[in-house]
């Protein structure tokens, strides 16, 4: 049974996000209390007191019961639309919640019809108002603004209301009833609006760190460029100025074209080793650098992070697979997880080099394909004949070895 929860757990919910985890934990919470409240102010009261009936009024309870679990399936049926309405995701139809709002008026029409003839005592049929009322309201605040929802079920509080005072015209009463109907109407704002505005805000700081991400790779292609264009530029200049200078010399038959086209290809090849060596740079990542930035990036996000890195002496080529390795597995830590405990370990074993990233958060695995990827990492690992290994382990964690291996020289500076 555990094996099976952790399996539903891996597939359903560890590999949803941070967002798409609290939506449906709200869609849940949502489900649930548009049953609860049926069963708990509406079905248990009227059944506990069938024994005081009349047939009539029993006629009218059931029908009660028959309409509200109609609503609750109404309800049901239409929560994920209203909710994809309120984010704006799709278009809900008019006439959608026109179903809803005629069994409203049903059930509290025969709520009514039951406290008139007496077929229940005022506080339980003041419950069973209350439970048609927010099975209704906590979808329909959802779909439309709040001034317009408030004025709307401000108005039906006060049709209620005086509805149910007519038969017993009582002070009390009238403070009870208005205090059900204020009730309902709130739970339904703080239910259904309010956790649907937590859900927006959610949503919107998830594309925001999408579009941040999305400027910092912008950003770097544009260093990137600049870099490519401070090299290449002036002696791409000086190229064609000296290509223009010896095609002239040539016509003239002068012997100097041929030094300045020798001067052009030393030039050419010169600008041939800056680019190599910007490309080098630009896809190096500095090891030690990579796990102190991990380290910070991760504490300033609320994680817990250990390193521990045995660095010096390793081959530039080695530092700058791994530093990749640490970059992107400290990246969908924050992305795919939620970790509360990270640790990193870099050791040279036996002839090489071994870096664990290891968290507490499923499932913190970097997306497949690409370059920034699992298949990515593998490709630069294997240019230094290095391996990947990544999966889950018990007690809920994910685990990520890499490892390199390394020429005796190295080893014995190492050790």
Known sequence: MVGRIRGWQQRHWGRRSKAERVELQSLITWY?????????????????????????????????????????????????????HY?????????????????????VALTAALHAVGGTDPSTARLALGAVLTTFGMLYALT?????????????????????????????????????????????????????WTLSVLWEAERAREIEARLAVAEERLRFGRD???????????????????????RRGRPEAVEQMIEVQRIAQESQREVRAVVRGYREAD???????????????????????????????????????????????LRHGDAGRCTLCLRVLEGRV??????????????????????????????????????????????LVAEVPLTQEVSEVTS
């Open 32 to 84: 649930t209390s548009i049953w609860v409240f049926p069963l708990c102010w509406l079905l248990l009261p009227l059944v506990g007191g069938l024994h005081r009936r009349s047939v009539a009024a029993m006629v009218l309870a059931g029908l009660l019961v028959a309409v509200n679990l109609l609503q609750c399936a109404a309800a049901c049926r239409l929560m994920r639309p209203a909710l994809d």
């Open 87 to 107: 984010l704006g995701r799709a278009a809900l139809r008019p006439a959608a919640q026109r179903g809803a709002a005629v069994l409203l008026g049903l059930a």
């Open 144 to 196: 439309v603004p709040m001034r317009r929802f408030l004025a709307r079920f401000g108005s039906l509080s006060v049709l209620i209301t005086t509805v149910f005072a007519v038969p017993r015209p009582t002070g009390l009463g009238v403070v009870a009833t208005g205090t059900v109907t204020a009730f309902a109407t709130g739970f339904s704002l703080i239910t259904g609006r309010c956790g649907a």
């Open 228 to 250: 490519l264009h401070d090299v290449l530029g002036r002696n791409l200049s000086v190229i064609s100025l000296k290509s223009e200078l010896a095609a002239q010399l040539a």
């Open 287 to 333: 090891l030690a650098a990579e796990l102190a930035g991990a380290q910070g990036v991760l504490t300033a996000a609320g994680i817990d992070c250990e390193v521990s890195a045995e660095t010096a002496g390793l081959p530039g080529e080695v530092q700058s697979a791994l530093g990749w390795v640490v970059r992107e597995a400290t990246t969908n830590v």
């Open 354 to 399: 071994v870096l664990t990233v290891e968290n507490d958060g499923l499932p913190g695995t970097p997306h497949g394909g690409g370059g920034s990827g699992l298949a990515g990492l593998r490709e630069r690992l294997a240019a230094v004949g290095g391996t990947l290994e990544a999966g889950a382990v018990p007690e809920s964690r994910f685990r």
